[in-house]
């Protein structure tokens, strides 16, 4: 009567589809072929792995993206995007079946834990839903947080509600989530009174408890962080030690974040991920995979072709690495594993026969010598040796040059910087902080010079596994806490990380693993004895850089430093003569 048109489909509003009834997969089908439009116009492209990487990232990754933020999608449809991807990632095209070399599971974990970073749909969709879950959980003062609240969660606590077939999609979604958010949460540790050291999440992805082989005394339930804390807040290591393991004290893992800074090019990268995945083509692995009978190598004819036989071991590799002057392990001292092989010489510490980083020219060395055998077996190439090194050097070459040499260029005028003394009856204190990646030690270091550049005190701490943001305010809390400690007043302090001054200068509450951090700065900064807090360049925090970089060496903890160390004796005589150091 109303002249309205009945429709099942109330289509999209603001690019995401409306709703009403039961989720299906059509509703999101138009996602998936947006996708499939995408790949397609880039399957003639003839993208090497790294491109096709990059694209998956870049594009098809973003495309479900903002639908993904209020809706959770159905399993088929995030089950189709992860395969679209994975197709396209090992070169799929529509007559063509390509070999999948590592497993998706393996590819979609982090670059430092030995994938390529790629996500999975299911994982990033619920993560972006749990982000909303969060928000309700802060109670944020958002329009829609509040509405949600006033509607669903009333004076109930959101880990209480239980879903109802009648809430509304969204809603639903959010509290699918919930497990996500409850199983990442974890305490900011403070002054630790309130949490339990035992059964609390606060350092790992689950309580220390589990990590124990034999069962906790019924007392150990009343056991605080608060009672491994020193006065200084700073932990109390020797009772750590006494009571976990080793390995849940330094949390060590397996970093791979180095392979991503070798100075070579994306697609080389990625071939060397493969390398230390052991999953190039080779004959051996063909064989593995009842693709051949024949796992020879096509080079010699002698030995089976596995991945080290044929980068390293092969007659041939053996003379591009001779002739390369690279270097080949003795006999005896082999490598393994194509890692550790790959591992040692990316990790040389320079090059010993010119300006161009040892491992920039032994990746590229490895990487010509894999296409110089499928040149031989797909073309007929006879392989050469001479030619391999000279273009390995020249693509080395190149490459620092274009990333490295030409920025010198580019740099802007040279500045004369050095340690400035403060004013006569004032003090001033330098922090730094030192880190040598989110996996490995950290430390921070820091110093209190009068004004004629005589040392006061200073300290290292020794802080375990952290990132440098952190070590830096690290460095900063225990260097405020130090001139608290002394009772000295006018204190001028000096810090070479702007970000961090930055965040320490604003009045913003984090809730971030940052946040006590900040916050027990903020609060150190605003006795009226710190006058100061500015920013300068390292050549001007030279003493304080060289204390961080010490405590990698010394016990876990913290050491007050009544004297100066002998060591740093000359770098402060020439502070405190005004020695001027050129900054680029």
Same mark, same amino acid.
């Given at each position: ?42 399957? @003639? ?30 399993? &088929? ?70 509405? #949600? ?81 020193? &006065? ?22 397996? %970093? ?76 005896? %001292? ?89 004013? &006569? ?73 702007? &970000? #961090? ?43 304080? %850089? ?27 005589? @020439? ?10």
């Amino acid at each position: 009567m109303s002249g309205i048109q009945s429709t099942t489909d109330l289509g999209k509003y603001l690019g995401a589809p409306i709703i009403h009834g039961r989720k299906s997969k059509d509703k999101f089908a138009f996602i998936l072929d947006r996708v499939k439009q995408r790949l397609a116009a880039w399957k @003639e492209k003839l993208l090497n792995l790294a491109g096709r990487k990059t694209l998956i990232q870049s594009l098809t990754t973003a495309i479900p993206q903002y639908v993904m933020q209020t809706s959770l999608l159905p399993l &088929s449809i995030c089950d189709r995007l992860d395969q679209l991807n994975r197709d396209f990632l090992w070169g799929h095209n529509e007559g063509t079946r390509k070999i999948h070399l590592v497993n998706w599971e393996d590819v979609c974990k982090p670059k430092d834990s030995g994938g390529l970073g790629l996500r999975k749909a299911r994982d990033n969709n619920l993560a972006l839903i749990a982000k909303l879950g969060w928000e309700i959980v802060m109670g944020t003062q958002k329009l829609w947080v509040q509405i #949600m609240k006033a509607k669903y969660v009333k004076n109930l606590s959101f880990w209480e509600i239980e879903r109802k077939a009648d809430s509304s999609h969204i809603w639903r979604d959010i509290l699918r989530s919930k497990d996500i958010i409850r199983n990442g949460l974890g305490w900011q540790v403070g002054d630790g009174k309130e949490i339990s050291f035992w059964f609390d999440i606060w350092v790992k992805d689950k309580p220390l408890h589990e990590e124990l082989d034999s069962p906790l005394a019924a007392s150990a339930r009343q056991v605080k962080v608060a009672d491994f804390l020193l &006065s200084n807040r700073d932990w109390d290591i020797s009772k750590l030690e006494t009571l976990l393991p080793e390995e849940v004290v330094e949390e060590v893992n397996e %970093d791979w974040s180095w392979l991503w800074k070798i100075r070579t090019s994306e697609k080389v990268r990625c071939f060397l991920w493969l390398v230390m995945k052991n999953k190039l083509l080779t004959n051996a692995e063909r064989g593995k995979r009842h693709i051949t009978e024949d796992t020879s190598c096509n080079l010699c004819n002698n030995e089976e072709e596995t991945v080290l036989h044929i980068l390293r071991d092969c007659p041939f590799a053996m003379a591009v690495w001779r002739k390369s002057g690279l270097g080949l392990p003795r006999i005896g %001292d082999m490598s393994p594993t194509s890692l550790e092989w790959v591992h040692s010489h990316c990790k040389a510490a320079g090059d010993t026969s010119g300006r161009t980083p040892h491992a920039s020219r032994f990746a590229y060395t490895a990487w010509l010598v894999w296409k110089s055998r499928n040149s031989w077996i797909f073309e007929g190439k006879k392989p050469d040796v001479d030619r391999i090194v000279r273009k390995a050097h020249l693509l080395a070459e190149e490459y620092t040059n274009i990333t490295i040499l030409n920025s010198i260029k580019q740099q802007k005028e040279a500045k004369i910087v050095k340690w400035i003394p403060p004013e &006569s009856g004032f003090f001033k204190l330098n922090c730094d902080g030192s880190s040598r990646g989110r996996r490995k030690g950290a430390g921070a270091g820091g110093l209190i010079r009068n004004h004629k550049g005589e040392w006061v005190s200073g300290f290292i701490l020794n802080i375990g596994k952290t990132e440098c943001f952190k070590s830096e305010l690290w460095a900063l809390r225990q260097g405020l806490l130090l001139a608290c400690d002394l009772d000295i007043n006018k204190v001028i302090v000096e810090v070479d990380s702007e &970000s #961090m001054l930055k965040v320490v200068k604003k009045k913003n509450s984090l809730t971030n693993r940052i946040g006590v951090l900040v916050r027990d700065c903020q609060k150190l900064l605003a006795d009226e004895r710190f006058i100061k807090f500015q920013h300068t360049f390292r050549e001007g925090n030279n003493c304080a %850089d060289s204390l961080a970089n010490a405590a990698h060496e010394s016990a876990k903890g913290l050491l007050i430093l009544h004297e100066p160390p002998v060591w740093i004796k000359s770098l402060l005589q @020439e502070d405190a003569n005004g020695f001027e150091r050129i900054r680029y």
